[in-house]
């Protein structure tokens, strides 16, 4: 089965600064990716996916994500964050079986 | 209303009590999902229901019982819940559970459980 591994449980960020949260899956074929954001008190919204094609993903909000096959990684990035992007931020996985795994998340913090 | 709504958003039960959460979609979608959300924890999904037939259930206690009426419609029936079921509790529905693996699921806000 498949599984998603979001090392960094917290990370704070300033205002301005570059953002990268990192998101490491295990499964034997060709992964479906995506990353979702959880503002608090709403549902989680997707931000970007990856089924094939050009490795690099841009997604909504500025966001742009990284498969990295040999790395067995997608991590999401933004250049420049700002307030509004303070949240959790989901990396799943689906496969085969047409189930998602998702990691526990990334809560990120950004400072003035 | 658009995309995802669940009622109520805020739910406080004994653990003798029977009460239940309601999904609805406005999406036009035939997949509905339920998703247990605990702290620090990835999300579990609990139930998968497409076309209205229930096309999963991830080992899930049989305190809780789905309901799935029609396609815009998803209930989860509580009865005898346990504190550790405290959580939030989020529905998602896709077009279709066939393609989950590439179809987006669309989550609503979720109903946050607390069980004393």
């Known amino acids: 089965a498949q599984s998603v591994t979001q090392p960094d449980i917290h990370i704070t960020v300033s205002e301005g600064a570059s953002l990268e949260l990192r998101c490491n899956y295990s499964?034997?074929?060709?992964?479906?990716l995506f990353w979702y954001v959880q503002s608090p008190g709403q549902g989680l919204q997707l931000l970007l996916k990856?089924?094939?094609?050009?490795?690099l993903v841009q997604g909504i909000k500025g966001f742009e994500a990284e498969f990295k096959r040999s790395q067995s990684s997608f991590n999401l990035r933004k250049p420049s964050v700002h307030w509004s992007d303070a949240a959790e931020y989901f990396c799943?996985?689906?496969?085969?079986?047409?189930?998602?795994?998702f990691g526990a998340g990334t809560t990120v913090t950004v400072r003035a | 209303e658009t995309g995802v709504t669940q009622t109520p958003r805020h739910l406080v039960m004994g653990m003798t009590n029977k009460k239940s959460l309601k999904c609805e979609q406005h999406?036009?979608?035939?997949?509905m999902y339920w998703y247990k959300q605990s702290a620090k924890k990835p999300l579990e999904l609990m139930f998968v229901?497409?076309?209205?037939?229930?096309?999963e259930n991830n080992s899930v206690p049989s305190r809780f019982s789905p309901e799935c009426p029609n396609s815009s419609h998803l209930f989860l029936h509580l009865h005898t819940l346990q504190p550790e079921d405290s959580a939030l509790y989020l529905c998602?529905?896709?077009?279709?559970?066939?393609?989950?693996?590439?179809?987006?699921?669309?989550f609503g806000p979720g109903t946050r459980l607390t069980v004393l």
């Open positions: 998602a529905s896709s077009q279709d559970w066939a393609e989950t693996s590439t179809d987006t699921q669309y």
């Open positions: 499964y034997g074929a060709t992964p479906y």
């Open positions: 990856y089924f094939s094609g050009d490795t």
């Open positions: 799943a996985v689906g496969a085969d079986d047409y189930k998602l795994s």
């Open positions: 999406l036009g979608h035939n997949a």
């Open positions: 229901y497409n076309f209205k037939e229930q096309t």
